[in-house]
């Protein structure tokens, strides 16, 4: 986003490892609502940039380079006054404070005080927030996407190998059938989260090379309505997927992890074994680059606006081999869930009802979307069929429970909160 010259100051020492960065967004008072940053950016005379003002909680933020989301347009509150600004580090920055984290201790996570730091400003001022974070979004969130499944194929490793190892009533605990049917859960989520994560990944690489295409168009003066089309079907798809891929890996990591100590028992929650640390590093990755609640929110427009509606169309049109067009079945119901909580949810028209039914909304759509990748991979490979089966089974009977705590009126007890929280 920024000219040749930049780039060049900046990138090659990066692309060699002999420069280390970090991403300063976050305040003190500017979490999840980064719009309230404060950090102040001001130019002297001769139009030269300085950053002054704290950024907590910043990932490597004792790096080289420094990219910081400060407020350029002096007196606004919102997003339309942030842009975005590099630096270089120098003795102007001050780390204040190295947090004592519960995990990922492989990093550093720094408090920050800029003191008149030189800066220059990265792209065009005031798309800060607006473009360029919301941009650097969709690869970070797929990114601790990558990492919750590492950590979760970790954690489904080390559990089948205690459980085969570890004897109890005379026999290997992998054999009594309640441990097993945990492994197997472990499995099923962690195959049927690569194959949602890979399907993102799909979606986020062709948007960028759209992107690309149509800068190379541009340039060459030469008509890209059709490559336009694609790349717009390509933000639509990353919209949904990225925020949904964040969401459901991440919690899905923390859920394996306390999984796979319960399986290792007390050894578990002894420091000596992977599993605690693994559950440890698992329960950052539902919190930073977007809590949960957060990516629920980014995904609910797309959700409610049934972006996928044509794709869902065409899979039901589909003829899959012999027992899989059950599963077809199941997925046609799931969607009908959907489609009547939905309907539900709209005609209630309460704000506040539809921001806590939407958690509930983001997994039907997920199941579905999921459900039918894997349906697809098991008509390709019959070593799928037991994957799509057993994620397919399970999520019509969670989609039963999502789609009733919605038009059960579970929901409607926050209109109550300030008497039931005492
Ligand atoms: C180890 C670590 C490393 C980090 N690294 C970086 C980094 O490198 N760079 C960086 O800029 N930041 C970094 N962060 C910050 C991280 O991104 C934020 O902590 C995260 O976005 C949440 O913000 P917050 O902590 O202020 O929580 P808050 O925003 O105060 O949220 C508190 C709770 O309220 C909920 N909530 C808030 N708003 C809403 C809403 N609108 N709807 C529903 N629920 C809501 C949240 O989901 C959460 O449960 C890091 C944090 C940690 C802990």
């Given at each position: 986003?920024?000219?040749?010259?930049?780039?060049?100051?900046?990138?090659?020492?990066?692309?060699?490892?002999?420069?280390?960065?970090?991403?300063?967004?976050?305040?003190?008072?500017?979490?999840?609502?980064?719009?309230?940053v404060?950090?102040?950016?001001?130019?002297?005379?001769?139009?030269?940039?300085?950053?002054?003002g704290?950024?907590?909680f910043?990932?490597?933020?004792?790096?080289d380079?420094?990219?910081?989301?400060?407020?350029t347009?002096?007196?606004?509150k919102?997003?339309?006054?942030?842009?975005?600004?590099?630096?270089k580090?120098d003795?102007?920055?001050?780390v204040?404070?190295?947090?004592h984290k519960?995990?990922?201790?492989?990093?550093?996570?720094?408090?920050?005080?800029?003191n008149d730091t030189p800066a220059?400003?990265?792209?065009s001022r005031?798309?800060?927030?607006?473009k360029?974070v919301?941009?650097?979004?969709?690869?970070?969130?797929?990114?601790?996407g990558?990492q919750s499944?590492?950590?979760?194929?970790?954690?489904?490793?080390?559990?089948l190998?205690y459980?085969?190892?570890r004897?109890?009533?005379?026999?290997?605990?992998y054999n009594f059938?309640?441990?097993?049917?945990?492994?197997?859960?472990?499995?099923v989520t962690l195959?049927?989260?690569?194959?949602?994560?890979?399907?993102?990944s799909v979606?986020?690489?062709?948007?960028?090379?759209?992107?690309?295409?149509v800068?190379?168009?541009k340039?060459?003066?030469?008509p890209?309505?059709?490559?336009?089309?694609k790349?717009?079907?390509?933000?639509?798809m990353?919209?949904?997927?990225?925020?949904?891929?964040?969401?459901?890996?991440?919690?899905a990591?923390?859920?394996?992890t306390?999984?796979?100590?319960?399986?290792?028992?007390?050894?578990?929650?002894?420091?000596e074994?992977?599993?605690?640390?693994?559950?440890?590093?698992?329960?950052?990755t539902?919190?930073?680059?977007?809590?949960?609640?957060?990516?629920?929110?980014?995904?609910?427009?797309?959700?409610?606006?049934d972006?996928?509606?044509?794709?869902?169309?065409?899979w039901?049109?589909k003829?899959y081999?012999?027992?899989l067009?059950?599963?077809?079945?199941c997925?046609?119901e799931?969607?009908?869930?959907?489609?009547?909580?939905?309907?539900?949810?709209?005609e209630?028209?309460d704000a506040?009802?539809?921001?806590?039914?939407a958690?509930?909304?983001?997994?039907?759509?997920?199941?579905?979307?999921?459900?039918?990748?894997?349906l697809?991979?098991?008509?390709?490979?019959?070593?799928r069929?037991f994957?799509?089966?057993?994620?397919?089974?399970?999520?019509?009977?969670?989609?039963?429970k999502n789609?009733?705590s919605i038009?059960?009126?579970?929901?409607?007890?926050?209109?109550?909160?300030?008497?039931?929280?005492?």
């Open positions: 986003m920024g000219p040749e010259e930049q780039r060049e100051f900046y990138l090659p020492d990066f692309s060699t490892g002999k420069h280390t960065g970090a991403m300063a967004l976050t305040e003190p008072d500017a979490g999840s609502d980064l719009q309230a404060k950090l102040s950016a001001y130019q002297d005379e001769n139009g030269k940039w300085f950053l002054r704290v950024k907590r910043i990932t490597n933020g004792n790096g380079v420094l990219l910081v989301l400060a407020r347009e002096a007196g606004t919102d997003a339309r006054g942030l842009s975005m600004l590099a630096c580090k003795d102007t920055i001050i204040r404070r190295i947090e519960l995990g990922i201790h492989g990093s550093p996570t720094c408090e920050l005080q800029f220059e400003l990265v792209g005031r798309f800060g927030l607006l360029y919301m941009y650097l979004m969709n690869r970070a969130r797929v990114g601790i990558a499944l590492g950590i979760s194929q970790q954690a489904y490793e080390e559990a190998k459980a085969k190892a004897e109890q009533f005379g026999k290997p605990i059938p309640v441990v097993a049917n945990m492994l197997i859960d472990m499995r195959e049927s989260n690569r194959t949602l994560f890979y399907n993102t979606w986020l690489d062709k948007k960028e090379a759209y992107e690309d295409l800068e190379v168009y340039a060459k003066k030469q890209f309505n059709n490559i336009n089309e790349l717009k079907e390509a933000q639509r990353t919209n949904l997927l990225t925020p949904i891929t964040k969401y459901i890996l991440s919690e990591s923390n859920k394996m306390y999984d796979a100590i319960q399986i290792h028992g007390g050894t578990g929650y002894m420091r074994f992977a599993v605690e640390r693994l559950a440890r590093d698992a329960r950052i539902n919190i930073y680059e977007g809590t949960s609640q957060l990516q629920v929110v980014a995904a609910t427009g797309s959700v409610v606006n972006v996928l509606t044509e794709y869902f169309d065409n039901e049109k003829e081999k012999g027992s067009n059950k599963l077809k079945d997925l046609i799931i969607r009908v869930l959907f489609i009547d909580a939905l309907k539900y949810v709209k209630k028209k506040g009802f539809q921001e806590v039914a958690k509930d909304l983001v997994e039907l759509y997920t199941y579905v979307y999921t459900g039918y990748l894997l697809d991979e098991a008509n390709d490979n019959q070593k069929i994957t799509a089966k057993r994620f397919i089974l399970d999520s019509l009977a969670k989609a039963r789609a009733e038009k059960n009126e579970l929901y409607s007890d926050i209109l109550y909160a300030d008497t039931i929280l005492i």
